[in-house]
């Protein structure tokens, strides 16, 4: 496993995205319920957040909970609801004393009163932190994001402010949730699974995808710093040649 002296930090990706997958398997495992999986798990995420702080990676995007998470078992749906806010409130002061910025996309009004009230607390307490921006995915797709985007381009285009012909790239990212933020150069998958399940579908288009067999309850600081050397060792081409690369 990488240590973080083994990683150049001269070649960080300014954004990683992570799915965080495989708590219900390895509650299952342990002879526990899902949602000892989903206790359990809090440690992979309060350490693959200070490795991210430590390594210099500018944004970290947790896939948190996805829209999808809304069809599971009302009895999961509400414990993972009780243990987000008793997370938040629990890691805010980590947060602040490490000058993480906590913000959060998705369908946010979805969520539980409670939930929204200690994001949004939270999300104020840490605004003014500088060295890595958290981003939770709550209630989250890749399908919602773009189709939220062009029905706020279309009512541009219906108040003819935006011409259709001005759509370009950049226009459509301009109205995505994650405005403003650099699509993730890396992304991290736990529990072996090889699919993105509707994950930021259109930042993804160029990224670097690491996939490991662990389960996320046992994700670790030295995992992260593993796929950090990995995307170090690969060559980002964007459809170019090596040859085109090294000559430019």
């Not at 708590?23 to 995420?45: D, E, M």
């Not at 309060?46 to 599971?72: C, D, M, P, Q």
């Not at 993730?184 to 670097?208: C, D, H, K, M, V």
């Amino acid at each position: 496993m990488a240590a973080r002296s083994e990683i150049d930090s001269q070649n960080i990706p300014a954004h990683v995205a992570v799915i965080m997958d495989g708590n219900g398997r390895w509650a299952k495992q342990k002879g526990g319920l899902r949602i000892f999986g989903h206790q359990s798990a809090i440690t992979a995420v309060r350490e693959t957040v200070e490795a991210a702080a430590e390594a210099g990676v500018k944004y970290l995007t947790l896939y948190a909970f996805s829209t999808e998470n809304w069809s599971r078992p009302a009895h999961e749906v509400m414990a993972l609801m009780q243990l987000l806010v008793h997370t938040i409130r629990q890691e805010t002061p980590t947060l602040l004393k490490n000058s993480i910025r906590l913000q959060a996309i998705g369908q946010i009004e979805n969520l539980p009163a409670s939930c929204q009230k200690e994001l949004a607390e939270a999300m104020e307490l840490t605004k003014g932190g500088t060295r890595t921006t958290l981003l939770l995915a709550l209630s989250y797709s890749g399908r919602w994001d773009l189709t939220q985007a062009t029905q706020r381009m279309a009512a541009e285009v219906a108040a003819g402010r935006l011409q259709p012909e001005q759509i370009t790239e950049t226009t459509v990212a301009g109205f995505l949730s994650t405005a403003g933020i650099p699509d993730p150069e890396l992304l991290i998958r736990t529990s072996g699974e090889q699919r993105i399940s509707n994950f930021l579908l259109w930042q993804l288009a160029y990224t670097e995808l690491f996939i490991t067999d662990l389960l996320w309850p046992d994700f670790r600081r030295e995992h992260f710093y593993d796929a950090l050397r990995a995307y170090q060792q690969r060559e980002r081409r964007f459809g170019k040649t090596s040859e085109q690369l090294t000559v430019s």
